[in-house]
C-alpha cells in the first residue's frame, strides 16, 4: 500500500485505521523488545484516535503496554498530546474547506487584504502558544517540526515562503508585520501557555539536550539511560541566534578522551572540568562558575572552547567582559553557558550580576521606545571564564567558584591548531555519549546519595557525587577533590593588606570601626617620634565605616581560618566589632573539647564589664591620636592601652593551655562550641551596655 493510499484510508475510517495500525505493531514491539515503539509518532496518534472513539478499548491497550513495562503516566500524556493536535488538524482543514467554499470577504478593493490571508494561512498550517509574554509558533518543515518565535526571522521567513507557495504572490513587509500582530494576540490570549529552554530542558523528570541540527533532533536523559528524539516529542527548545548544532552522540566513549585536549595539571583538575560540564547538563542550578587561569599561552582561551563546543557550541563560544549587567543578561538569555574571556578586572557590578545567574534572580530595565514599561530577564546558567591572574576575589563569588589553575605549555607540547580541532571534532561524539552516560547516573542515584555534610553549593556537588560511578571515581573523591578547592578560593580574599594586619591583632579584641582602623593601621605603619602616621596603603579605606562594611563582606573567609567576627546590636551611640578565635575546623581532629572550652572560657576572661584588661589589644586611646575622628568612639568605649609593634606577636601563658593545644587547635563539638560563643557574645554585650548606662 502507498503512503497516499494508506492516508486515503486513514481518512476514510480513522478507527479502523488505527485498530489496524496497533494490531501490525504490537507483536514487533513484542518481539523487538522495543518499547520505543510505543512512542512512535503514528502509533501515538492511532492510540489518540481509540482513546477519543472507544475509551474502554483504550483502557485495554494501556493495560496491555503496563504489562510490557511502559509508563503509563508519560505514554498517556503523549497521548493526549497528540489528540489535541488531531483536533486542531481537523479544525484547521475544516475551516480551510469553509474558506475554499466560501466568497472572498470584500475588503475596501474588493478582496481579503494580504494581513487577514496571511492570518489565516498561519492558524492553518501552524501551532501556537505562549511562555510569558513571548509567543511562539510550531511549523512543520521537510518532514520535521520547528520552533520559532513570532517576532524571529525565521518565523517572517517561514510565512512570507508559505504565502508564496499558497498564492503564487508576493506579499508586502507591512502586511507581514501586521498579521504577526494579529497572532500574537492570538497565540497570547487563545493559545496554551508552555514553558520553554535553550538548549536544555526538562519534563517528567526527564531533560532535553537541544543537538541544534537541521533534523531538528534532541537527546532525551533518563534514569536508564538517553535515546534520540524528534523535536516535536520534546519539550519546547527555542534556538537562539549563533547557536550551533552538537554532533549526534555516541555510546562507548569514555571520558578520559577529553582529557588530551585540556591543559589541566593533574588529575583533580580533571575532575573539577567534568564536575562543571556534568552540572551544566541539567536544566536548573545553582550552576558552578569555572575559572580558568594561569600564565600567557597555557591555553586558557583553547581550554574554554573546548568545554563550550562539548555541550554548548555557539558562533561566539568566548566574549569579552560585558559593559553592563544588561549585555550578560542578554548573552544568557541567547545561549546556555556564559563564556568570558581574558578577563582583567571583574568590578563589584559584574561580580554580583554573576552571582544571580550562578544562583538564579532577575535583572529589570527600563523596555526601549517606551517611559514605564519593564523589561525582566530571570535566568540561570554555567559560567566559564578565563584570565591571567585570579580575578575574582569577592567572597561571595568565591563562594560559587570552581578554580583551576592552567600550567605552562612546553615547546615541545605544542599542536597545530588545525590539526588540534579537527581531532577534536573526531571525538567529541564520543565524550558527549560519556558525559550524557554521566548525566543518566546521575538520575539514577540522585535520590539515594546522601552527603556527610553539605557544601556552600549543595545541589552541585550531590549531583556530581550522583554521577561520578559512571567515570569510574571513587566514592567521595570528587568531594574531597572539592572541598580543597574549596579552601583555595576562601584564602584569596584573605590575600589583602587589611586582612594581613588582622590576623596579626592580639585577640580577643573589641572596640569601634574607627579603633579597629586605627589599630590596623598601627600594625602596619608604625608610628614615627610625632605619633603621625606614616603611610596609609592603597586598599586601606579611608573611614570606618567603609572599612565595618569591606569587613562583613569576608566574615565567612576569616571564619574558615578561626578568626570570628560579630556586629551585635547598637549599644548606646556606636557599636562594638567583637573579633575573637575560635579554633578552624579541622578534617578529622578528634582532640577532646575540653581544652577547646578551657581556651573560649579564657578569651572571655580577657574582659571586664568596663571592657578591656590591659595588654588585651593594641588600640591607641582617644589621647594618643587627638587628629584621629575617632576620638568620640573612643571614649564611649575606652580601649586598653596601645602595644608596641614589637610584642604584637607575643602571646600570655594563658594563650593555650598546653602544647598539644596550640598545635592541634581541638574541635568541640558543634552544639557545645555554638553554647560556648553564644555565652561570650552575651557577655561582651552586656558589657557594652554597662559601658552606655556609665556614661
Same mark, same amino acid.
Given at each position: 500500500?502507498?503512503l497516499d493510499?494508506?492516508?486515503?484510508?486513514?481518512?476514510?475510517?480513522?478507527?479502523?485505521?488505527?485498530?489496524?495500525?496497533l494490531?501490525?505493531?504490537?507483536?514487533?514491539?513484542?518481539?523487538?523488545?522495543?518499547l520505543?515503539?510505543?512512542?512512535?509518532?503514528?502509533?501515538?496518534?492511532?492510540?489518540?484516535?481509540?482513546?477519543?472513539?472507544?475509551?474502554a478499548e483504550?483502557?485495554r491497550?494501556?493495560?496491555?503496554l503496563?504489562?510490557?513495562?511502559?509508563?503509563?503516566?508519560d505514554?498517556?500524556?503523549?497521548?493526549?498530546?497528540?489528540?489535541r493536535?488531531?483536533?486542531?488538524?481537523?479544525k484547521?482543514?475544516?475551516?480551510?474547506?469553509?474558506?475554499?467554499?466560501a466568497p472572498?470577504?470584500?475588503?475596501?478593493?474588493?478582496?481579503?487584504s494580504?494581513?487577514?490571508?496571511?492570518?489565516?494561512?498561519?492558524?492553518d498550517?501552524a501551532t501556537?502558544f505562549?511562555?510569558?509574554?513571548?509567543?511562539?509558533? %510550531?511549523?512543520?518543515?521537510g518532514?520535521?517540526?520547528?520552533?520559532h518565535?513570532?517576532?524571529a526571522r525565521?518565523?517572517?521567513?517561514?510565512?512570507?515562503?508559505?504565502?508564496?507557495?499558497?498564492?503564487?504572490?508576493?506579499?508586502?513587509?507591512?502586511?507581514?508585520?501586521?498579521?504577526?500582530?494579529?497572532?500574537?494576540g492570538?497565540?497570547f490570549?487563545?493559545?496554551?501557555e508552555?514553558?520553554?529552554?535553550?538548549?536544555?530542558?526538562?519534563?517528567?523528570?526527564?531533560?532535553?539536550?537541544?543537538?541544534?541540527?537541521?533534523?531538528w533532533?534532541?537527546?532525551e536523559?533518563d534514569?536508564?539511560?538517553w535515546?534520540i528524539?524528534?523535536?516535536?516529542?520534546?519539550p519546547?527548545?527555542r534556538?537562539?541566534?549563533?547557536m550551533?548544532?552538537?554532533?549526534?552522540?555516541?555510546?562507548?566513549?569514555s571520558?578520559?578522551?577529553?582529557?588530551p585536549?585540556?591543559?589541566?595539571?593533574?588529575?583533580d583538575?580533571f575532575?573539577?572540568?567534568?564536575?562543571?560540564l556534568?552540572?551544566?547538563? %541539567?536544566?536548573?542550578?545553582?550552576?558552578?562558575?569555572?575559572h580558568?587561569y594561569?600564565?600567557?599561552g597555557?591555553?586558557?582561551?583553547?581550554?574554554?572552547k573546548?568545554?563550550?563546543?562539548?555541550i554548548?557550541p555557539?558562533v561566539?563560544?568566548?566574549r569579552?567582559?560585558?559593559?553592563?549587567?544588561?549585555?550578560?543578561?542578554?548573552?544568557?538569555r541567547?545561549?546556555?553557558?556564559v563564556a568570558?574571556?581574558?578577563?582583567?578586572?571583574?568590578?563589584?557590578?559584574?561580580?554580583?550580576?554573576?552571582?544571580v545567574?550562578?544562583?538564579?534572580?532577575?535583572?529589570?530595565?527600563?523596555?526601549?521606545?517606551?517611559?514605564?514599561?519593564?523589561?525582566l530577564?530571570?535566568?540561570q546558567?554555567?559560567?566559564?571564564?578565563?584570565?591571567?591572574?585570579?580575578?575574582?576575589?569577592?567572597?561571595?563569588?568565591?563562594?560559587?567558584?570552581?578554580?583551576?589553575?592552567?600550567?605552562?605549555?612546553k615547546?615541545v607540547?605544542?599542536?597545530?591548531?588545525s590539526?588540534?580541532?579537527a581531532?577534536?571534532?573526531a571525538?567529541?561524539?564520543?565524550?558527549?555519549?560519556?558525559?550524557?552516560?554521566?548525566?543518566?547516573?546521575?538520575?539514577?542515584?540522585?535520590?539515594?546519595?546522601?552527603?556527610?555534610?553539605?557544601?556552600?553549593?549543595?545541589?552541585?556537588?550531590l549531583?556530581v557525587?550522583a554521577?561520578?560511578?559512571?567515570?569510574g571515581?571513587?566514592p567521595?573523591?570528587?568531594? %574531597?577533590v572539592?572541598?580543597?578547592?574549596?579552601?583555595?578560593?576562601?584564602d584569596?580574599p584573605?590575600?589583602?593588606l587589611?586582612?594581613?594586619?588582622?590576623?596579626?591583632?592580639?585577640?580577643?579584641?573589641?572596640?569601634?570601626?574607627?579603633?579597629?582602623?586605627?589599630?590596623?593601621?598601627?600594625?602596619?605603619d608604625?608610628?614615627d617620634?610625632?605619633?603621625?602616621?606614616?603611610?596609609?596603603?592603597?586598599?586601606?579605606?579611608?573611614?570606618?565605616?567603609v572599612?565595618s562594611?569591606?569587613?562583613?563582606?569576608?566574615?565567612?573567609?576569616l571564619?574558615?581560618?578561626?578568626i570570628?567576627?560579630?556586629?551585635?546590636?547598637?549599644?548606646?551611640r556606636?557599636?562594638?566589632?567583637?573579633i575573637y578565635?575560635?579554633?578552624?575546623?579541622?578534617?578529622?581532629?578528634?582532640?577532646?573539647?575540653?581544652?577547646?572550652?578551657?581556651?573560649?572560657?579564657?578569651?572571655?576572661?580577657?574582659?571586664?564589664?568596663?571592657?578591656?584588661?590591659?595588654?588585651?589589644?593594641?588600640?591607641?586611646?582617644?589621647?594618643?591620636?587627638p587628629?584621629?575622628?575617632?576620638?568620640k568612639d573612643?571614649?564611649?568605649?575606652?580601649?586598653?592601652?596601645?602595644?608596641?609593634?614589637?610584642?604584637?606577636?607575643?602571646y600570655?601563658a594563658?594563650?593555650a593551655?598546653?602544647?598539644?593545644?596550640?598545635?592541634?587547635?581541638?574541635?568541640m563539638?558543634?552544639?557545645?562550641q555554638?553554647?560556648?560563643?553564644?555565652?561570650?557574645?552575651?557577655?561582651?554585650?552586656?558589657?557594652?551596655?554597662?559601658?552606655?548606662?556609665?556614661?
Amino acid at each position: 500500500m502507498t503512503l497516499d493510499e494508506e492516508a486515503i484510508r486513514r481518512e476514510a475510517a480513522p478507527l479502523k485505521w488505527a485498530r489496524d495500525y496497533l494490531a501490525k505493531r504490537d507483536p514487533e514491539m513484542v518481539a523487538s523488545k522495543n518499547l520505543d515503539i510505543a512512542y512512535e509518532r503514528e502509533y501515538l496518534e492511532a492510540a489518540a484516535i481509540v482513546f477519543d472513539e472507544q475509551p474502554a478499548e483504550f483502557d485495554r491497550l494501556l493495560a496491555k503496554l503496563k504489562g510490557r513495562g511502559i509508563r503509563l503516566g508519560d505514554f498517556k500524556r503523549k497521548v493526549e498530546e497528540a489528540h489535541r493536535e488531531l483536533k486542531a488538524a481537523e479544525k484547521a482543514r475544516t475551516k480551510a474547506a469553509a474558506a475554499a467554499a466560501a466568497p472572498i470577504a470584500a475588503g475596501p478593493n474588493g478582496r481579503e487584504s494580504q494581513a487577514t490571508q496571511l492570518v489565516k494561512l498561519a492558524q492553518d498550517y501552524a501551532t501556537f502558544f505562549h511562555d510569558g509574554d513571548d509567543c511562539y509558533a %510550531r511549523v512543520t518543515l521537510g518532514g520535521h517540526q520547528e520552533l520559532h518565535g513570532l517576532k524571529a526571522r525565521g518565523f517572517r521567513r517561514w510565512l512570507s515562503h508559505t504565502f508564496n507557495v499558497t498564492t503564487q504572490t508576493v506579499c508586502g513587509a507591512d502586511a507581514i508585520s501586521t498579521a504577526i500582530t494579529a497572532l500574537s494576540g492570538y497565540a497570547f490570549f487563545e493559545c496554551a501557555e508552555e514553558r520553554t529552554f535553550t538548549r536544555v530542558g526538562a519534563r517528567d523528570g526527564r531533560l532535553y539536550l537541544d543537538l541544534r541540527n537541521d533534523q531538528w533532533e534532541v537527546v532525551e536523559i533518563d534514569r536508564y539511560g538517553w535515546r534520540i528524539r524528534a523535536a516535536a516529542d520534546c519539550p519546547p527548545l527555542r534556538r537562539a541566534n549563533g547557536m550551533l548544532p552538537l554532533p549526534v552522540p555516541e555510546r562507548g566513549g569514555s571520558i578520559n578522551e577529553l582529557r588530551p585536549f585540556l591543559n589541566v595539571e593533574n588529575d583533580d583538575d580533571f575532575i573539577l572540568v567534568v564536575a562543571w560540564l556534568v552540572a551544566a547538563l %541539567r536544566d536548573q542550578g545553582p550552576f558552578p562558575i569555572l575559572h580558568l587561569y594561569g600564565e600567557p599561552g597555557a591555553a586558557k582561551t583553547s581550554a574554554g572552547k573546548v568545554l563550550r563546543r562539548s555541550i554548548d557550541p555557539n558562533v561566539g563560544p568566548l566574549r569579552l567582559n560585558p559593559r553592563e549587567p544588561r549585555d550578560l543578561m542578554i548573552a544568557a538569555r541567547n545561549g546556555w553557558v556564559v563564556a568570558t574571556d581574558n578577563v582583567s578586572k571583574i568590578p563589584q557590578w559584574l561580580s554580583d550580576t554573576m552571582c544571580v545567574l550562578a544562583t538564579g534572580g532577575a535583572f529589570g530595565t527600563r523596555e526601549l521606545y517606551s517611559d514605564n514599561e519593564e523589561v525582566l530577564f530571570s535566568e540561570q546558567r554555567p559560567q566559564l571564564l578565563t584570565s591571567i591572574a585570579e580575578v575574582i576575589t569577592a567572597g561571595d563569588a568565591l563562594d560559587r567558584v570552581v578554580l583551576v589553575t592552567l600550567p605552562e605549555i612546553k615547546k615541545v607540547n605544542r599542536r597545530v591548531e588545525s590539526r588540534f580541532w579537527a581531532d577534536f571534532a573526531a571525538a567529541s561524539p564520543r565524550i558527549l555519549g560519556a558525559l550524557l552516560a554521566g548525566v543518566a547516573t546521575a538520575l539514577a542515584r540522585i535520590d539515594c546519595v546522601a552527603l556527610p555534610e553539605l557544601p556552600r553549593m549543595a545541589d552541585f556537588a550531590l549531583w556530581v557525587e550522583a554521577a561520578a560511578p559512571s567515570f569510574g571515581w571513587e566514592p567521595g573523591q570528587f568531594l %574531597r577533590v572539592y572541598s580543597a578547592n574549596r579552601a583555595t578560593a576562601n584564602d584569596l580574599p584573605l590575600q589583602n593588606l587589611v586582612c594581613e594586619q588582622l590576623v596579626k591583632l592580639p585577640l580577643p579584641w573589641r572596640g569601634t570601626a574607627s579603633a579597629l582602623l586605627k589599630a590596623l593601621e598601627l600594625i602596619h605603619d608604625g608610628e614615627d617620634n610625632q605619633g603621625k602616621r606614616i603611610f596609609r596603603g592603597d586598599d586601606w579605606s579611608a573611614n570606618a565605616r567603609v572599612l565595618s562594611a569591606a569587613l562583613r563582606m569576608i566574615v565567612p573567609n576569616l571564619r574558615n581560618i578561626g578568626i570570628h567576627v560579630q556586629f551585635p546590636r547598637r549599644s548606646g551611640r556606636a557599636r562594638s566589632i567583637y573579633i575573637y578565635a575560635v579554633p578552624p575546623p579541622t578534617e578529622g581532629n578528634s582532640a577532646s573539647s575540653a581544652s577547646s572550652a578551657s581556651q573560649t572560657q579564657q578569651n572571655q576572661s580577657d574582659f571586664s564589664d568596663a571592657g578591656y584588661k590591659n595588654g588585651a589589644s593594641h588600640a591607641s586611646t582617644p589621647a594618643s591620636h587627638p587628629d584621629s575622628d575617632a576620638t568620640k568612639d573612643d571614649a564611649e568605649f575606652p580601649a586598653s592601652h596601645p602595644a608596641s609593634q614589637e610584642n604584637l606577636n607575643e602571646y600570655t601563658a594563658n594563650d593555650a593551655s598546653d602544647a598539644s593545644d596550640a598545635e592541634m587547635h581541638p574541635i568541640m563539638p558543634d552544639d557545645e562550641q555554638e553554647k560556648e560563643e553564644n555565652a561570650y557574645i552575651d557577655r561582651l554585650a552586656e558589657a557594652d551596655r554597662d559601658d552606655g548606662d556609665n556614661q
